[in-house]
């Protein structure tokens, strides 16, 4: 029996939190020191929720992947309870993350960690108060917006206005096309998948008209490339060989279209979800936020239940976010029995 609505909604954010909190203890790792530290094949790597690296994060902490993806939802939990303008409400909850004033830390804790075009744009936003006028402008095209964008998919169901508020709430930091088309082509396949019940086939295909589209009609703008990339990636062998010398992605290390070209590789993998976020760590060098974005598209594919038990035991906003899923869906009439609607 196919997922919920409800269960892949879960199972893309626990996902995308999993995935984070997998990833965190090896990041800026590459591939070979990886593959040293942990020579067996896939089955041998460890799933365990250690927490550590460089950072020394808890077992199941979020980093600023987890941290900036929960901004967006408490953007859309008060858009949908209490009306509003969603990316300006998602740019002061970053705001407030960024300085210091986030529940779930002690009040002036400051990010631990936090991408060069984010504290930009939140610095910016600071400011001019104005989202649509704080990004890093053109050049900047690291991962920070795709990490975060997928509340977008999940909680807005009118497809105009997923583009829409995927690229506006990017731009709040990240403005580059690549950023901007790539969060709105993710957010259509998550929502393909989440919201409409489509086939992964037929949810990456839709991802792929969304970026010809916004790519001007092109059939090799990046995006639509990088998408056309990861559905010819072995991520199995990527994991065991990695990256370097393939001119068909990059070294991993942040490049917002490397972390997409990864996240399709991922959700076109039939292997169960635990199998394919050890393989998306395995490749190296920005492991949270890379198998972050590929958590949130296989939990949105195969539902919290995919998730493993001793991984959501662990998740720092676990819970919230399953009574904020229960919340909002009740809200738009999922869980009710009143069918979808759309926040116009």
């Not at 088309?181 to 929502?191: G, H, K, L, P, Q």
């Not at 972050?292 to 598209?297: E, K, R, S, T, Y």
């Not at 998740?315 to 919230?320: A, C, I, S, V």
Request: proline residues 5%; charged residues 25%.
């Amino acid at each position: 029996m196919a997922p919920s609505r409800s269960s892949r909604t879960l199972g893309a954010l626990l996902g995308l939190h999993a995935g984070d909190a997998l990833g965190a203890p090896f990041e800026f790792k590459p591939h070979t020191v990886i593959r040293s530290a942990h020579p067996g094949p896939n089955a041998a790597f460890p799933r365990t929720l250690t927490g550590g690296g460089f950072l020394s994060w808890a077992p199941g902490a979020a980093t600023d992947d987890t941290d900036l993806t929960r901004a967006v939802l408490l953007a859309y939990r008060d858009a949908i309870l209490n009306d509003g303008d969603v990316t300006l409400k998602a740019a002061e909850y970053s705001l407030a993350w960024y300085r210091g004033d986030w529940p779930g830390r002690k009040k002036g804790d400051l990010p631990r960690d936090i991408g060069g075009a984010t504290r930009r744009g939140l610095s910016s936003f600071a400011s001019s108060r104005d989202p649509s006028s704080s990004g890093a402008g053109q050049g900047s095209a690291g991962n920070g917006s795709l990490m975060r964008c997928i509340p977008t998919g999940l909680f807005q169901t009118n497809p105009e206005l997923i583009i829409k508020e995927s690229q506006s709430i990017s731009a709040i930091t990240h403005n580059d096309h690549r950023c901007t088309i790539a969060c709105a082509a993710y957010n259509t396949i998550v929502s393909s998948l989440v919201v409409r019940g489509l086939s992964v086939e037929e949810a990456v295909s839709e991802g792929e008209r969304v970026a010809v589209s916004l790519e001007g009609g092109r059939e090799d703008g990046p995006v639509h490339d990088a998408i056309k990339v990861g559905r010819t990636i072995s991520l199995e062998k990527l994991a065991d060989k990695g990256p370097r010398g393939l001119d068909s992605i990059g070294p991993c290390s942040g490049y917002v279209l490397d972390s997409l070209v990864l996240a399709i590789a991922a959700v076109l993998d039939e292997r169960s979800l635990d199998q394919v976020l050890v393989d998306v760590v395995r490749v190296g060098m920005d492991t949270d936020t890379n198998a972050a974005i590929a958590g949130g598209l296989l939990g949105a594919r195969d539902g919290e239940e995919a998730v493993l038990e001793e991984w959501k035991d662990l998740l720092q906003f676990g819970p919230e976010f399953r009574r904020f899923v229960d919340e909002l869906l009740t809200a738009q009439g999922v869980l009710s029995g009143e069918g979808d609607q759309e926040r116009e």
